[in-house]
Structures are given as structure tokens and as C-alpha cells.
């Protein structure tokens, strides 16, 4: 669960998840007079708001696929004027977005991956299972598949390998077969009978641990429908080709697979790529990162309190060396 949707539905505001760390990790590459930050999933703005306010001279880009966040964290942002400029798209395009506006680098980028507690909590968006509404998940409403179309039109074999690698779901096979079912009788549209589905495929025992039985099954499907992690693996090396020297990225995720890949991405960033055996480092397989955390932090007790939907979250950063790639 992203700090994009750190607003409870009534609209009173929560700090973002793991604000502090997240400022202080970035703090240093974003306090020259013309430090340029790409918040790369601006969501509804908390990131974003507490970096433009501590430091005066940045400029902040703010990319999220989703309309209704970009309009509401216009509206969180309007303040600062032409030093937030808010772009309709997915950070997968970053490069082109960066082209468009004549940035070749960038001091900062954050990511804060995840659905938001603004998608969970609209009930016509589909995301939760706790809720009753068509089956969409899509973070951009405007374009794309959406899940009634993956769970009607799949291939039965090709839902399971969904459930099994994007949920970690044990009984994928079973889940699968019983949406195929389901589907012959009729289009399945309905969130609320799918997660039903879902609870009645999954053994007696196992529904008694591990939270909603249907809630890696959803995750499965909201990963598929907005291609997050075809997305994420794509542009981790991207962004980090976008730093300046001295320049550093954050990145928050919220579940396993995601945090696995940024993992896999900062580390190999930070090897030293000289074949073994060589007694000098070769000009130009330097590590091009330098880690900044140990593994993965993740928020304290009290935040966890305070905003339950922050339990997940684990926070990587590291910093762009000196070294050219």
C-alpha cells in the first residue's frame, strides 16, 4: 500500500509513509538552487509537498498514471506554481517525459509503488475485495484491459501462472479453475463474487491464517491489468541512468516481488563488474551506486499504528557515484 493514498476517505491527510527517511535519504542531492526531483508516482502529493517545502530552489516533476490523483495533488501543489510541473502518465514513459522536458538528468527520484488508498477506497474502481463494484483495477481508468476482461478472457493455465507468480498464490491452480467455471455460466464482472470464488477455492484451514483469502489473488490481478512489474523492471535502470552524479533515488514498495527487483537492480548497480581474478578495477566497471540502506528499512511501530495500510512498505535508496557507466 503506497503513501499515494496516505488520505483516509474522508479526506483528512496522513503523514506519507516513512516521510522522514524518505527526506533525509534525498536531502543531499536536492539542496543546490537548481536541483531537479522526479517524483516518479506523485499519487496524491504527500512526498512531493515535503520535498518542495524543504528546499526552496527545487523543481519537482511529478509523473502517476491515474487522473483523479494528478488533479488532486494539483490541488495540493498549486502553492509552489512553476516549480511542480504534474504529467498525465505512467513512469514507465520517464525517459520520454524527461526528453519532452528538456532534462537529460535529474538530482532526486522517488518512486512509492503500490495501489493507493484513493483506488481502494473509491468503490467503481474494483480494487478491493472488501467492496462490491465492477471488476476494473486499472490505475489509468482512461486506457487498457481491465480485470473483468483478464479474469473472463484468459486462458484458465494462464490466470493460474497470474495468480501463482504475481499473488504467491499456493492454490493457484484451484482459484483459477473455479473462475473457469464461473465464466462459462456467464461474464464474471462482479469484485465482490470474485473474491467469493476465491475464498471457496482455497481450503478450509488455510483461510484461517494470512488476512482475506482473496487478497494475493487481487494483487495478482491488479499487477497483471497495469503491468507493474514489467513496468518496474524496465525503468529501475532507467532512472538510475537519469541521475546525475551525487544525484539519489528512493523507492518504496509494498510487497515481495517488487522489493526483490529493486534489490536485484541497486545491487547490481553497486557491483564492481571487473572480471574475477583481476588485480585492478577496469576503467569503466566501477559500481556505478552506492548503497545507502541496509537492506530494506521499514516504518516503526508507531507509524505501522497510526496507518495500518504502511505495514508492508520497505524503503531501498542508494546514491549515483562520481563514475561514469
Same mark, same amino acid.
Given at each position: 500500500?503506497?503513501?499515494?493514498?496516505?488520505?483516509? %476517505?474522508?479526506?483528512?491527510?496522513?503523514?506519507?509513509?516513512?516521510?522522514?527517511?524518505?527526506?533525509?535519504?534525498?536531502?543531499?542531492?536536492?539542496?543546490?538552487?537548481?536541483?531537479?526531483?522526479?517524483?516518479?508516482?506523485?499519487?496524491?502529493?504527500?512526498?512531493?509537498?515535503?520535498?518542495? %517545502?524543504?528546499?526552496?530552489?527545487?523543481?519537482?516533476?511529478?509523473?502517476?498514471?491515474?487522473?483523479?490523483?494528478? *488533479?488532486?495533488?494539483?490541488?495540493?501543489? %498549486?502553492?509552489?506554481?512553476?516549480?511542480?510541473?504534474l504529467?498525465?502518465?505512467?513512469?514507465?514513459?520517464?525517459?520520454?517525459?524527461?526528453?519532452?522536458?528538456?532534462?537529460?538528468?535529474?538530482?532526486?527520484?522517488?518512486?512509492?509503488?503500490?495501489?493507493?488508498?484513493?483506488?481502494?477506497?473509491?468503490?467503481?474502481?474494483?480494487?478491493?475485495? !472488501?467492496?462490491?463494484? &465492477?471488476?476494473?483495477?486499472?490505475?489509468?481508468?482512461?486506457?487498457?484491459?481491465?480485470?473483468?476482461?483478464?479474469?473472463?478472457?484468459?486462458?484458465?493455465?494462464?490466470?493460474?501462472?497470474?495468480?501463482?507468480?504475481?499473488?504467491?498464490?499456493?492454490?493457484? /491452480? *484451484?482459484? !483459477?479453475?473455479?473462475?473457469g467455471?464461473?465464466?462459462?455460466? /456467464? #461474464?464474471?464482472?462482479?469484485?465482490? #463474487?470474485?473474491?467469493?470464488?476465491?475464498?471457496?477455492?482455497?481450503?478450509?484451514?488455510t483461510?484461517?491464517?494470512?488476512?482475506? &483469502?482473496?487478497?494475493?489473488?487481487?494483487?495478482?490481478?491488479?499487477?497483471?491489468?497495469?503491468?507493474?512489474?514489467?513496468?518496474?523492471?524496465?525503468?529501475?535502470?532507467l532512472?538510475?541512468?537519469?541521475?546525475?552524479?551525487? /544525484?539519489?533515488?528512493?523507492?518504496?514498495?509494498?510487497? %515481495?516481488?517488487?522489493? #526483490?527487483?529493486?534489490?536485484?537492480?541497486?545491487?547490481?548497480?553497486?557491483?564492481?563488474?571487473?572480471?574475477?581474478?583481476?588485480?585492478v578495477?577496469?576503467?569503466?566497471?566501477? &559500481?556505478?551506486?552506492?548503497?545507502?540502506?541496509?537492506?530494506?528499512?521499514? &516504518?516503526?511501530?508507531?507509524?505501522?499504528?497510526?496507518?495500518p495500510?504502511?505495514?508492508?512498505?520497505?524503503?531501498? !535508496?542508494?546514491?549515483?557515484?562520481?563514475?561514469?557507466?
Open positions: 500500500m503506497s503513501e499515494q493514498g496516505q488520505e483516509r %476517505s474522508q479526506g483528512q491527510a496522513h503523514v506519507p509513509v516513512l516521510l522522514g527517511r524518505v527526506l533525509a535519504l534525498l536531502a543531499p542531492a536536492l539542496e543546490g538552487t537548481s536541483a531537479v526531483m522526479l517524483d516518479a508516482t506523485v499519487g496524491l502529493g504527500g512526498h512531493a509537498e515535503a520535498l518542495v %517545502s524543504a528546499h526552496p530552489g527545487l523543481t519537482l516533476v511529478g509523473l502517476d498514471k491515474d487522473p483523479e490523483a494528478l *488533479r488532486r495533488s494539483g490541488e495540493r501543489l %498549486s502553492g509552489f506554481g512553476d516549480r511542480v510541473r504529467v498525465h502518465s505512467g513512469y514507465d514513459r520517464l525517459p520520454s517525459v524527461l526528453a519532452e522536458l528538456g532534462l537529460a538528468e535529474v538530482d532526486g527520484v522517488l518512486f512509492d509503488l503500490g495501489v493507493s488508498s484513493l483506488q481502494l477506497d473509491d468503490a467503481g474502481r474494483g480494487f478491493s475485495y !472488501a467492496k462490491d463494484a &465492477p471488476l476494473d483495477m486499472r490505475m489509468d481508468p482512461t486506457t487498457g484491459l481491465s480485470a473483468a476482461d483478464v479474469v473472463n478472457d484468459y486462458p484458465v493455465a494462464e490466470l493460474a501462472r497470474i495468480l501463482r507468480e504475481y499473488g504467491e498464490e499456493r492454490f493457484a /491452480g *484451484r482459484v !483459477a479453475a473455479a473462475i467455471r464461473e465464466r462459462a455460466g /456467464g #461474464r464474471l464482472t462482479s469484485s465482490a #463474487r470474485l473474491a467469493e470464488l476465491v475464498r471457496d477455492a482455497i481450503p478450509a484451514a483461510r484461517r491464517t494470512g488476512g482475506h &483469502p482473496a487478497k494475493r489473488a487481487f494483487q495478482a490481478l491488479r499487477i497483471e491489468v497495469n503491468g507493474e512489474l514489467d513496468a518496474l523492471r524496465t525503468v529501475l535502470p532512472a538510475i541512468d537519469r541521475l546525475r552524479p551525487g /544525484g539519489r533515488i528512493a523507492v518504496l514498495s509494498y510487497h %515481495s516481488l517488487e522489493d #526483490r527487483m529493486v534489490k536485484r537492480a541497486f545491487a547490481q548497480g553497486a557491483a564492481n563488474r571487473t572480471p574475477p581474478g583481476l588485480p578495477v577496469l576503467p569503466g566497471s566501477e &559500481p556505478i551506486l552506492r548503497l545507502l540502506t541496509r537492506g530494506a528499512e521499514k &516504518p516503526g511501530d508507531n507509524e505501522v499504528v497510526g496507518n495500510r504502511a505495514a508492508s512498505a520497505r524503503l531501498r !535508496a542508494a546514491a549515483r557515484t562520481a563514475v561514469a557507466a
